[in-house]
């Protein structure tokens, strides 16, 4: 019987804690507020006043920077937090919450131009210590080394898919808890679908024409197989690629999202549908999968896309936005 009870323990005071702690900021209620908010003061202060959030900066710029501090503050507390078994994993999800800045970077230094940035997770500020001093030539071998075949002419769609790789390949290797293997399978899996989904959306938004659609597929996930894949891969428009995905439990919301795209003329609204099936994806992984790695992985993906939301909204008083343009722009679940 303790033998048993032994991984509720381990797992006992993270899940308390950040049950505590909440995310707030994906809640339409929560969001409603902050977009009254007509000063970048008065968005810091009403930020600031809930737990778990500190926030700084007088520029929106320099507010966002801040922001991301307070995402990396709360996966390294948890990870401090929680059994030593997820260490790796949390690692691993830091290079996911990098992966953005590094693509960046990337398609920067092979068109031979600067982009200052500063990774979190270790492996990815080595690599851009490295390829800051390197010439352009030397920027393929250094990748090489880290596992990544980019070469030096590489189109930017290349980068993108060769650093998710990375970033899938690191998230379904990160060791975990017997008890835990099965939460992290699904997010992976999850996040394999997603993005699928997303690759397949711009290259049809972008009008990129592809050899084959082996290049683009970065694998099977929980419901997107080859087949599938290939056939949406073929469809003639984006119309087609909505509705080749009746069937997932995806279709619903990336329906809604693409209606919603149409209404406001704004093709981001498809893509932030994406981001909330993600949402509904670890908050149903959370249910089965608690009180272990199910509700610790809720809460940093929730958090990941709270600093997003924030991010968005920031950048929305700078601009002098109406709360009519911003709010289509958040992600809302919770």
Do not use: C
């Not at 381990?10 to 009254?36: D, H, M, V």
């Not at 992966?99 to 080595?126: C, H, M, Q």
């Not at 600093?307 to 343009?325: A, F, Q, W």
Request: aromatic share 10%.
């Amino acid at each position: 019987m303790v033998y048993r009870s032994i991984p509720y323990i381990r797992f006992a005071y993270p899940t308390a804690k950040i049950e505590s702690i909440g995310n707030p900021f994906i809640t339409e209620k929560t969001l409603n507020q902050l977009l009254e908010a007509r000063s970048l003061n008065s968005f810091k202060n009403l930020v600031n006043s809930y737990k778990d959030f500190s926030v700084d900066g007088e520029k929106a710029g320099d507010i966002q920077r801040s922001l991301d501090l307070n995402m990396i503050n709360s996966v390294e507390t948890l990870k401090e937090d929680s059994p030593k078994s997820l260490r790796e994993f949390y690692d691993r999800f830091v290079e996911f919450l990098d992966s953005y800045n590094l693509k960046n970077f990337l398609k920067a230094k092979v068109k031979g131009l600067e982009l200052d940035i500063t990774p979190f997770s270790r492996d990815f500020r080595r690599i851009v210590d490295l390829i800051k001093t390197a010439d352009r030539e030397e920027v393929p071998k250094i990748l090489g080394e880290f596992g990544l075949d980019i070469s030096i002419d590489a189109d930017p769609i290349d980068i993108d898919l060769q650093i998710d790789r990375y970033v899938i390949e690191g998230l379904s290797e990160a060791k975990v808890p017997k008890i835990a293997r099965e939460a992290r399978d699904e997010f992976v899996g999850r996040l394999i679908d997603i993005a699928n989904i997303r690759n397949l959306i711009r290259m049809k938004m972008s009008e990129i024409s592809l050899d084959g659609y082996e290049r683009l597929f970065l694998g099977e996930g929980r419901e997107i197989a080859e087949w599938r894949f290939k056939d949406l891969f073929m469809a003639k428009n984006l119309d087609e690629i909505i509705s080749g995905l009746e069937g997932t439990s995806y279709y619903d919301t990336i329906k809604q999202g693409y209606e919603e795209s149409k209404r406001y003329d704004n093709t981001q609204i498809l893509e932030i549908s994406l981001d909330e099936m993600m949402l509904k994806s670890v908050e149903e992984i959370s249910m089965r999968n608690f009180p272990f790695l199910g509700p610790l992985l809720k809460f940093i993906v929730s958090r990941h896309f709270e600093i997003r939301n924030l991010k968005v909204i920031v950048k929305g008083i700078e601009e002098n936005l109406s709360k009519d343009r911003i709010k289509p722009l958040l992600i809302i679940g919770g």
